[in-house]
């Protein structure tokens, strides 16, 4: 559970709401299958939940080892300029759900597109995010700490 009254609220919505409106990001592992990073599929849960439906393979060996994950979330650049890319970086820890539990049942009740039965669901718990946004055309970067008591 995100404690609200240690976190910037204003910077928490706009990141929430960014999320909530993509459903795609790069998920960066490390472990014994070397470090990865993966396109995969994403969807927001309640407690800022970022709950992520993938194949498995490395990124599984890897979250299997080391909990420890980054999730970049970009929206699609509408320039050639280098370097302006828009969206949120989550720092945490990724556990997988096994499917037929109750977590996984709850999970997919958030979910909002359909997909193969045989993917691996995971659980994505943010410590803390980074937002990037270009207002008046000037990069802007913001940190966001979160407090999770359910870790």
């Known amino acids: 559970m995100v404690t609200m009254e240690t976190v910037d609220k204003k910077l928490l919505q706009e990141a929430n ?3 909530t409106t993509q459903n795609t990001g790069f998920l960066a592992t490390n ?3 070397g470090l990865r990073v993966s396109p995969v599929s994403i969807f927001m849960g309640d407690e800022l939940k970022v709950y992520i439906h993938c194949f498995g393979g490395d990124k599984r060996t890897n979250l299997s080892e080391n909990p420890e994950a980054c999730l970049l979330v ?3 650049k509408d320039t050639f300029d280098a370097g302006i890319y828009q969206g949120v970086q989550v720092f945490g820890r990724a556990r997988e759900i096994a499917k037929g539990t109750d977590d996984h049942h709850k999970a997919e009740i958030w ?5 193969d039965e045989d993917l ?3 659980e994505f718990t943010p410590n803390y995010m980074v937002v990037v946004d270009y207002p008046d055309g000037k990069k802007r970067k913001r940190r966001l700490e979160l407090e999770n008591t359910a870790q």
């Open 17 to 19: 709401e960014f999320l």
């Open 31 to 33: 472990g014994s299958a």
């Open 74 to 76: 970009i929206e699609g």
């Open 111 to 115: 979910c909002p597109y359909t997909h």
């Open 120 to 122: 691996t669901l995971l």
